[in-house]
Nanobody, 115 residues
Framework: QVQLVESGGGLVQPGGSLRLSCAASASIFSFSAMGWYRQAPGKQRELVAHITNGGSTRYADSVKGRFTISRDNAKNTVYLQMNVLKPEDTAVYLC?????????WGQGTQVTVSF
């Protein structure tokens, strides 16, 4: 059973930065891709950033130029660097790993952007 554990969330003022981490219990080489999603109250879960095993990335239009996804294969960890945070970025951020027809999710970490 694969476990994904997110960390790094918290309360930050608008314009601030946070770095989220997702630590996997298995080698991230075994996943075809990993991603960060978010879900705000009353809204659908949406893809924020995605990175393939080959290193290709894609982002939601709303975060392009502000967020960066990266991976450290030696640490089996994927990161999401979030800069110039806005109140509308407030959500629970969840890590996802894809492996063929299977997918795994972390429990999520809360990010709140507010004064």
């Amino acid at each position: 059973q694969v476990q994904l554990v997110e960390s790094g969330g918290g309360l930050v003022q608008p314009g601030g930065s946070l770095r989220l981490s997702c630590a996997a219990s298995a080698s991230i080489f075994s996943f075809s891709a990993m991603g960060w999603y978010r879900q705000a109250p009353g809204k659908q879960r949406e893809l924020v950033a995605h990175i393939t095993n080959g290193g290709s990335t894609r982002y939601a239009d709303s975060v392009k130029g502000r967020f960066t996804i990266s991976r450290d294969n030696a640490k089996n960890t994927v990161y999401l660097q979030m800069n110039v945070l806005k109140p509308e970025d407030t959500a629970v951020y969840l890590c996802n790993a894809e492996g063929g027809v299977l997918a795994w999710w972390g429990q999520g970490t809360q990010v709140t952007v507010s004064f």
